[in-house]
């Protein structure tokens, strides 16, 4: 069974970029699509976008100049960065497996823009 | 604002059927297919339903979901007091080249 962790800051000050890893466990990142989605608190969900391990993205519209997606395959990670970030990008990020979300998910990183 | 509309709310009594819709539009349910999803509070959300009306291995058949033009439901029959979560309908939107959730509904079981 995949199962996926995020791991990274849980206070990032305005205007920096917000970094998260999610590292995969009991399969290969190079078998399937990963993607990453957002929630902020007390909020619905938003879908951040996709990545495979090939490097192909898609992004959110809304978000794509400032969010970058890579891979790590020899460590099975995956990595998002969000750059620019204000108090409205405080949100517990998740990854998950799929293009869209259909199979397992992290369970989930609280990320706080502060100061 | 999302893009999909669901109720804020809904609520059955134990034994019940609840149904939660979701809304949306030509350029997503109208033409992609609808996952929903479920989530207890603190955790991750999970995977409940799959194109329109396919539930996922170990989801229990109490669930079911339709899809009818712009529209979607999903259907808890039977409803016991564990399944009080927060449900979410999702669709590729083609117009926004995104995946777009709705705007969620909590389940209360009275």
């Known amino acids: 069974q995949v199962q996926l962790q995020e791991s990274g800051p849980g206070l990032v000050k305005p205007s920096e970029t917000l970094s998260l890893t999610c590292t995969v466990s009991g399969a290969s990142i190079r078998s399937y699509y990963w993607s990453w989605i957002r929630q902020p608190p007390g909020k619905g969900l938003e879908w951040i976008g996709y990545i495979y391990y090939s490097g192909s993205t898609g992004y959110n519209p809304s978000l794509k100049s400032r969010v970058t997606f890579s891979v790590d395959t020899s460590n099975n990670q995956l990595s998002l960065r969000l750059s620019s970030v204000t108090a409205a990008d405080t949100a517990v990020y998740y990854c998950?497996?799929?293009?869209?979300?259909?199979?397992?998910w992290g369970q989930g990183a609280l990320v706080t823009v502060s100061s | 604002q999302s893009v999909l509309t669901q109720p804020p709310s809904a609520s059955g009594t134990p034994g019940q059927t609840v149904t939660i819709s979701c809304y949306g539009s030509s350029s997503n349910i109208g033409s992609s297919s609808v996952n929903w999803y479920q989530q207890f509070p603190g955790t991750a959300p999970k995977l409940l339903i799959y194109g329109d009306h396919q539930r996922p291995s170990g989801v229990p058949g109490r669930f079911s979901a339709s899809k009818s033009g712009t529209s979607a439901s999903l259907a808890i029959s039977g409803l016991p007091s564990e399944d009080e979560a927060d449900y979410y309908c999702a669709a590729w939107d083609d117009s926004l080249n995104a995946f777009v959730f709705g705007s969620g509904t909590k389940v209360t079981v009275l």
């Open positions: 998950a497996n799929g293009v869209v979300p259909t199979g397992s």
